[in-house]
Structure formats: C-alpha cells, structure tokens
C-alpha cells in the first residue's frame, strides 16, 4: 500500500523505456519509425494509472487542486525528467481561486446551489434583477445594479465576461442558471481578455430554478436572493517539456489538458490526449529532430482553457514567433469516434486558422487518408479547446478529435461504424469516463496520428508558409472577432 497518491506517481513515473543519452546520437524522426513504437499495450497501461490517481484521490476524479490531478502532473513531469539529458522540462505555475461550496435563499426559501470555479467567495443579499437576452454585451445590462444581484443565462459567449459585465454595473452577486435541464455541475468562470473587473461572489442554480424567477419577475412580483460562496486559493501548474535538440528558433508544439472534470476520472478527456503525448514523448528519445519539440500540459482546460491562455499571455513576441505550429489533441479514444480533423482551411465551416493552419489539416488528411487508410471528417475550428489562446495570438494551430457530446450521424455511422444518433462519447464529463470508456482500436489511429505529425514537422516546416508575425497577426485578429461575434465561440464550460 503506497502512503499517498504523489509517492505512487513518484514511483510509476520510474518505468521507462529506453532513457536516450545524447539527443544527437540517434537518426533522425521519421513518421513510420516513431509510429511503430506506439503500441496499444503503453496506451492502456497509462490509461489504467490515471484512472488509479482518481480513485485514490478523496475526490474520485483529477480536477485542479485535487489529489487526483496533482498526482497526474507529478507523474507526467517525473517521467519525463529521466529523460534530462533530452529534454528541458519545468511546470509553469498559475495561481486560482476553486469553488467549494455555495449555498443561496430565493425569496426566503433554501434552494439548491452549485459553487461556481475562479468566483470569489463572499456574501451577497438583494433584489435579483434578470439580465435579457444572452448577457453578452455590455448593452445588454441596466446602467446601474448597485445593490442587485445579476441572473443571467450560461451560455454563447466566455462565462467570466457575463460577471465582469454584472460587477462593472455595481451588481453584489451574479445567479447563472442553466440552459439545458439539470443542475449546474462542474461551472467556472473564465477570464474575458480584455476585462480586468474583478469578479462578485457567483452561484450557479438549475434551469428549472432560473426560469422560475423570471416568470415571477416577468409577472411583476419581486424576488431576493441571498448567496454565499466558498472558494479556496490554489497553485496548479502547467507542464511544458522542449527537446534540447533541435533548431530552438523553430518549434513544433504538441499539447492536450492534463486535468479532469469534477465528475469523474476523465479518462478520455482528456488522459487519452495526455498519454498519448506522453508515450510519443518517451518514444522520440529513441531519435533526433532537425526542429525543436515542444510539449506541454495544460492545467484548468475544463476550467475555460485557463492554462493555455496564462502560458500564452506569459510569451512575448519573439517567443511567440517561435512557435511555427501549434497542435493539441483533446478526446483520441471516444467509445463512438469519428475520427476528426480541425477545419483549418474554412473549407467546411467558414472559420480559418492562422496560416499554416491549412497546411496542418492537410497533413492529418494525408495521415488518414494515406497512412491509416481510413475516413475521416472535419470539424469546426472555433477555439473550444487549447488551441484557442493561440489562434488568439495569431499562432498556426491544428489538432484531431474523436467526438464528446455531439450526435453522431447516419453519415458518420457509415462512415465509421459504431451507433447513429448516439454521443460520440456517452460518458463525456461523466463518472463514466474511465479505462474501459475507451475505444482502443481509435485511440492507437489518433495516437500515432499525433506521432505522424510530431515527426513530419520535427524533421521539416518546408511545407508550411514562411514566418511573417505582423500578417499572422493580423489575420488572426480578424478571424478571432468574426468568430466571437457569431456566437460560435462556446466556453468549454
């Protein structure tokens, strides 16, 4: 019996294979040799281990500032530090605040209420006043809530923009109620990035409870809510692993989230994402690279993509312009897949990357197409994972998925197999999300998919367009507003 969960990971990060000396002794990465060490039996065996960090944990899952997740980062760090002689490896921290408890009164009457992540705790009494429509622009909200209580509707835009919006009015607390049936579970701000507000004590409550209030007020009766929110402070941390080999002024960075949802263990989303990144990692000791090879772990992606947006916002320019793609795998072994690229090119959704980002969804056409010899589809690149804090930053970007909670269709269903209007992941954010959730015949296609691409563009950016920061930049701009604007752009959350 180990005597706590970090000293297990401790120990499991030790079982390595093959510790590479010298990062210029070896040949150079090819995409068929790399993919041939990605063997199932490493994947399932990592997935298992995960799994185990959850229930060890009090929790039962790998959410951040759990054991469970803690014990996730220690182990990914601690196994690639035996490779030190190949790669540089730090964990990058990011302070938060995660929400305990929360309690709240309507009109005098207890109801249930759900702690909300990233909102201060506190105390809040007063009138409740409903924000219209989506509470997504600043004109949506009266000019003065000094004393009030905002309740407004999750959804459409970036959560945290709403309760800025709301404190920036005088608001004393913000009610979010759901927008499907159900309780509020798992809900965290994010931090808009163009607001500094600080945020109010915020509770989430169920549909059924929100839409309650609004028929009151609608009928001119009053409403007051008294809320209070526990939260705690919490230091979680980002990994970021980069090849000492390797030209380090051009950089292929491949990155997936480490952390969990407060449901469950998270095995497919995402331990599917960070194993596989973690046995390529492992496996390209065994080579050298001609471009640098950056991974990373993102903490607090179910959070609202927080990690990847504090390690973007903490590069300037120079760095950033290093970075001449960036690829992020979220969800590779879903139970009902369909294996998936990101519409880089707008050819299927209207929405581009920055460029290069053509040219990577071209690259995984070519893996699929010619390499795996299997279908595949394209999916909206619109920002709902890692990838969003670069495209953001007018950095180049790609990735392939599985499917979560979207339906897969009768085309998919011939496409791929498996069931017709059924989820592409039925246990997604659920505590079904475990070892046996996953699909392992998918996950070693997108496994060494990420293996293809690590190598393709470790060995060569020939195929990419030449470096330009102001164009880059620029582009992205536009494309991050027409995207926002159209109400595409979803919080994970």
């Known amino acids: 019996m180990w005597t706590s969960i970090a000293a297990f990971a401790a120990v499991a990060a030790t079982v390595v294979d093959g510790l590479a000396i010298d990062p210029r002794s070896n040949k150079l990465v090819t995409s068929e040799a790399l993919r041939k060490r990605i063997k199932v039996a490493a994947l399932e065996e990592k997935a298992h281990l995960l799994e185990r960090f959850a229930y060890d944990s009090p929790d039962k899952n ?8 803690q014990a996730t980062i220690d182990y990914i760090t601690n196994t690639i530090k035996k490779f030190s002689k190949y790669y540089d490896v730090y964990q990058q921290p990011m302070p938060l605040s995660v929400g305990l408890s929360a309690n709240v009164t309507i009109n005098g009457k207890e109801t249930e209420g759900y702690a909300v992540g990233l909102a201060p705790g506190g105390h809040a009494s007063g009138p409740v006043i409903a924000i219209p429509n989506l509470a997504c622009e600043e004109s ?26 709301a404190a920036a009015k005088g608001a004393i607390g913000v009610l979010v109620y759901n927008n499907v049936e159900g309780n509020l579970l798992g809900y965290s701000l994010q ?6 507000t600080d945020y109010v004590p915020t509770v989430g409550i169920s549909q059924a409870v929100g839409e309650g209030i609004i028929s009151l007020l609608s009928a001119g009766g009053n ?14 941390y980002n990994i970021i692993a980069q090849t000492k080999g390797g030209d380090q002024n051009n950089v292929i960075h491949v990155s997936g989230h480490s952390d969990s949802v407060a449901q469950g263990p998270g095995i497919n989303d995402n331990g599917s994402g960070s194993i596989s990144l973690l ?12 471009n640098a090879v950056r991974f990373s772990w993102w903490t607090a992606e179910e959070e609202g993509l927080l ?35 990101y519409d880089g090119d707008g050819s299927a959704y209207n929405l581009t990357g920055p460029p290069g980002s053509a040219e990577a969804e071209a690259e995984f056409t070519h893996y699929f197409e010619n390499i795996a010899k299997v279908n595949h589809t394209e999916i909206e690149f619109d920002g709902r994972s890692d990838y969003g804090p670069f495209l953001d930053a007018g950095i180049a970007a790609g990735g392939i998925a599985c499917g979560a909670e979207g339906i897969k269709t009768e085309e998919e269903f011939q496409m791929f197999g498996g069931a017709a209007g059924v989820p592409y992941d039925v246990n997604y954010h659920e505590d079904g999300d475990t070892a046996n959730n996953l699909n392992y015949d998918a996950w070693i296609v997108m496994a060494r998919g990420i293996a293809h691409s690590t190598a393709t ?14 164009a880059v930049k620029a582009r992205a701009e536009t494309q991050m507003f ?12």
Not at 223 to 236: G, M, N, P, R
Not at 331 to 336: E, H
Not at 458 to 465: I, T, Y
């Open 457 to 470: 563009y470790a060995r060569s950016f020939d195929s990419l367009p030449p470096k330009n920061s102001t």
């Open 140 to 165: 949506d909200f009266p000019d003065d809530l000094t004393g009030k209580i905002a309740l407004v509707f999750r959804g459409t835009c970036v959560s945290g923009e709403k309760v800025a919006f």
């Open 307 to 341: 990690g990847a947006e504090f390690y973007v916002k903490s590069l300037n320019q120079t760095e950033k312009d290093k970075i001449r793609l960036m690829l992020d795998f979220d969800m590779m072994a879903s139970p009902n897949y369909a294996f998936q690229i």
């Open 223 to 236: 409403v007051t809510a008294e809320l209070t929110s526990e939260a705690k402070d919490i230091t979680t």
């Open 482 to 493: 027409e995207y926002k604007k159209s109400g595409r752009y979803l919080s994970m959350i």
């Open 191 to 196: 931090r808009y990035p163009e607001s500094d």
């Open 279 to 290: 046995e390529i990692a492992i496996q390209l000791t065994h080579f050298s690279v001609k």
């Open 62 to 69: 790998r959410v951040i500032g759990s054991e469970g997740h």
